[in-house]
């Protein structure tokens, strides 16, 4: 699997578990809901910035987004 796809992949499970929607994610993040969706449909690849501010709005290590198999619960 690509690493596109298991970012994109991980960062839709982590922000449904959440219970987030894309918006309140990407306000949390400071960024722009429209690139949260490219993100999860794997349009863009995030820089590491990017990682990081989503990992800090989720509350999780950066490290989740690049977990292979399925994150389970946090």
Do not use: C
Request: a neutral charge; zero cysteines.
């Amino acid at each position: 699997m690509r690493l596109r796809t298991v970012v994109a992949r991980n960062l839709r499970l982590l922000r449904q578990a959440s219970g987030l929607t894309q918006e309140q994610l990407a306000d949390l993040a400071g960024l722009d809901r429209n690139y949260i969706g490219k993100l999860e449909r794997e349009e863009n690849s995030p820089t590491v910035d990017t990682l990081e501010a989503v990992a800090l709005a989720l509350q999780v290590d950066v490290e989740w987004f690049l977990r292979r198999e399925l994150p389970a619960h946090r």
